[in-house]
């Protein structure tokens, strides 16, 4: 219990720029809180103790606004950011490294007995306000667009986005790219793409394409500045697969 949150702490530096301190995360961030309070919960749950687990759940929505059910399987370096109106039904079951923002609902869609929540995989990024509804699986490494509703299974690194949810393709080197300068500035636009009906995801996608642009410009004209006899300090730029680029 003790590795998981360690574990669950180094996922909030890991996800959210805006954490400063271990007395932050420890007191300050409501999804850490819910994930900690579920852990017992769940062990209880485990072991027969249904009522008090439920008893421990209840407090944890009443004190944090986000309600994960005692039989939900969480798992490894989990990460709610905000927090405030999740719902994460009983059979839900999430895998290592998955991210949720506010709003997320894992819900089911059937009133019967056995498995009716969604199973994430690892890896799996949910947008703000989004519903995945159901006993489906959402494969590893997928996004779900903020506020798409999921009612189908979603291959491994598919991105998902609008009512009902249906995927776009986002495989081209541009995109790729621009996720990757995205991550080095520790940008997550809340699962969204390009293609997700939000002026502001869409301006900072083509900054990003911009700032990649510049970055490139002005390291080949330090180099031919230095090449003319000009004295200038030419520094190496990081790449986008985290190499850094030749100062030659």
């Known amino acids: 219990m003790i590795e998981l949150i360690k574990e669950d702490i180094a996922s909030v530096f890991a996800r959210d720029p805006a954490a400063k301190s271990l007395l932050e995360v420890i007191f300050v961030y409501p999804g850490f809180h819910a994930i900690v309070l579920h852990r017992v919960s ?19 929505r009443w004190i944090t606004g986000i309600e994960i059910h005692p039989g939900a399987i969480l798992g490894r370096r989990f990460f709610i950011d905000h927090g405030m109106g999740v719902v994460i039904g009983e059979t839900t079951i999430i895998g290592d490294d998955c991210t949720l923002y ?4 894992l819900g089911g869609t059937s009133t019967s007995e056995g498995k009716r929540h969604p199973t994430l995989h690892d890896g799996v990024v949910v947008g703000a306000g989004a519903k995945i509804l159901g006993p489906i699986e959402i494969g590893k490494d997928a996004r779900i667009g903020s506020n798409s509703v999921v009612l189908k299974p979603v291959s491994s690194g598919a991105t998902v986005v609008g009512i009902p949810g249906h995927v776009v393709s986002v495989r081209d080197n541009k995109v790729t790219d621009r996720k990757k300068i995205a991550d080095k500035m ?10 997700s009906p939000d002026p502001v995801a869409y301006a900072i996608n083509h900054m990003l394409d911009h700032i990649q642009i510049l970055d490139k410009q002005i390291h080949d004209m330090k180099k031919e500045l230095v090449k003319a006899g000009i004295e200038c300090k030419v520094e190496g730029i990081t790449a986008l697969d985290g190499c850094e680029l030749d100062k030659e």
């Open 102 to 105: 506010h709003g997320v609902t």
């Open 42 to 60: 769940h062990s209880l749950w485990q072991k027969g103790i249904k009522f008090p687990a439920r008893i421990i759940a209840h407090i944890s």
């Open 186 to 195: 520790g940008f997550d636009a809340y699962g969204t793409t390009a293609d």
